[in-house]
């Protein structure tokens, strides 16, 4: 399942983390989202916890900045769509599972959501949507891109109007991509209409990162080389907010993970908070 027929290692495991947010910790939850987890359908079954990746106490950090930056990406998009934002567009979409459990929401605001990810990816979720009867109503668009060729032809074949603004989210793909490439992404987001949102993750380099959480990072990074997607980039918040305005963006907000903590992780007894390993920026038009 995470060949290139389907979704890749890091969709899968975001999509477990998710699920074990709802298992490992107490409520209140972040994000409720056992969507993901019936979509991936883990090979090892009703074992999934027992996977490495997956230890409640070494992943503690790492699964709450997860569920936090969903939670940002998601208030986010419902925030524009209140004031008249009708695009949204997913960059390496994965098994985030936003048009399924806030379809009712979506068809509401009369949001049109543009989930863009590897043709082989974006297949196997369609066969997945249907077999678990969600199906794909005509508000969700799975755009099957080639992100090394005209990713940005293909979605406004799909229907997607870059005359109108929208919102972007690309969250956990900038450490897959060159800088170059995040460059060239960035451009073509920054011509957006006027009133567009780009938000998107960033790993910092790891000497900037806690220091009980600088192995967890060599962990994933070690373990993304090894399944063929290596972490290609890091950056420090200065940096990337230089490459946004560089890019074209007239305007750009670090979210650090000290913020995240404050807007969903306030009042917690349990400690649970997120790393900054992974951080957040927004970027406007």
């Known amino acids: 399942m995470t060949t290139g027929t389907g979704p890749d290692h890091t969709a899968v495991r975001t999509a477990l983390w998710r699920a074990l947010h709802l298992r490992a910790d107490p409520p209140p939850y972040v994000v409720e989202d056992e969507v993901g987890l019936r979509l991936a359908e883990p090979e090892s079954g009703d074992d999934w916890r027992g996977r490495p990746d997956m230890d409640v106490d070494a992943t503690r950090r790492t699964r709450a900045s997860i569920v936090a930056r969903a939670r940002f990406v998601e ?52 066969r997945r949507l249907a077999e678990l009867g969600y199906g794909v109503p005509e508000w969700l668009r799975l755009v099957p891109v080639d992100f090394e060729g005209d990713w940005w032809g293909q ?8 005359g109108r603004p929208a919102v972007v989210a690309s969250a956990g793909v900038t450490m897959y991509l060159t800088e170059d490439a995040l460059a060239a992404t960035l451009g073509h987001i920054a011509k957006l209409a006027p009133g567009s949102t780009l938000v998107t993750t960033f790993l910092r380099p790891i000497e900037d ?29 200065e940096r990337m907010a230089a490459l946004a305005l560089a890019a074209g963006f007239r305007e750009t907000r670090h979210v650090p993970a000290e913020e995240l903590a404050e807007r969903y992780f306030a009042g917690r007894t349990d400690g649970l908070r997120p790393s900054r390993g992974e951080e957040i920026l927004v970027a406007l038009t």
């Open 155 to 162: 979605l406004v074949d799909a229907g997607f109007d870059p």
């Open 75 to 126: 208030d986010l998009v419902v925030a524009e769509a209140g004031r008249g934002v009708d695009q949204y567009v997913l960059l390496g979409a994965g098994l985030d599972t936003f048009a399924q459990r806030r379809a009712d929401d979506i068809a509401a605001a009369g949001l049109r959501v543009f989930e863009a990810d590897r043709a082989g990816a974006v297949a196997w979720k369609r």
């Open 209 to 237: 990162v806690e220091p009980d959480q600088r192995e967890q990072l060599r962990v994933a990074q070690r373990g993304a080389r090894a399944s063929g997607t290596p972490f290609l980039s890091f950056y420090a918040p």
